[in-house]
């Protein structure tokens, strides 16, 4: 499972011009999986993003997290993070996993998320979404289950 996660002073998301999901400080989570994910690649992803200290404490060093910061989530499905360009212009989306099981460890993601006490806002899976985000920082993360990169 891969995620981009942006830092975020504020996001929301819309679909067909009406507000799904919405965060005011926190963290958004582009999130898709891979052919050859399960659930531990879904736990190991939510682990990261729960844990991920990219807030900055009264030094101005980051080392807080989410929880430290009452932060939110949204999480936003992209199966396009399985786009392919080594040999071409057009991605391919080969390596994407088919949309019934991506659901499943999307909604796992979002659920152990949940469990660790998190506010956690959400798309809507295989809707054509605009997402809204008000960048803090830029602060942009790569998280492979994988560990690809």
Same mark, same amino acid.
């Given at each position: ?12 998301? &819309? ?19 891979? /052919? ?11 682990? /990261? ?11 101005? /060093? ?17 199966? =396009? ?25 999307? &909604? ?10 998190? &506010?956690?806002? =959400? ?16 602060? =942009?993360?790569?998280?492979?289950? /994988?560990? =690809?990169?």
């Amino acid at each position: 499972m891969r995620a981009v996660v942006q830092r975020a002073l504020a996001a929301r998301v &819309e679909v067909d011009g009406r507000v799904v999901g919405a965060i005011q400080h926190g963290l958004v989570v582009f999130v898709g999986a891979a /052919k050859d994910d399960d659930d531990a690649d879904a736990d190991h992803v939510a682990n /990261k993003v729960a844990g991920l200290r990219v807030f900055s404490d009264d030094a101005g /060093k980051m080392s807080r997290a989410l929880a430290d910061v009452r932060g939110g989530v949204l999480a936003i499905s992209q199966f =396009t993070l399985f786009g392919d360009v080594r040999r071409g212009l057009r991605p391919s989306f080969d390596g994407a996993m088919e949309p019934v099981r991506a659901e499943a460890l999307y &909604e796992r993601f979002v659920a152990a998320l949940r469990a660790r006490g998190l &506010e956690v806002a =959400t798309g809507r899976f295989r809707a054509d979404m605009r997402v809204f985000v008000e960048n803090d920082g830029p602060v =942009t993360i790569l998280i492979d289950s /994988k560990r =690809t990169f």
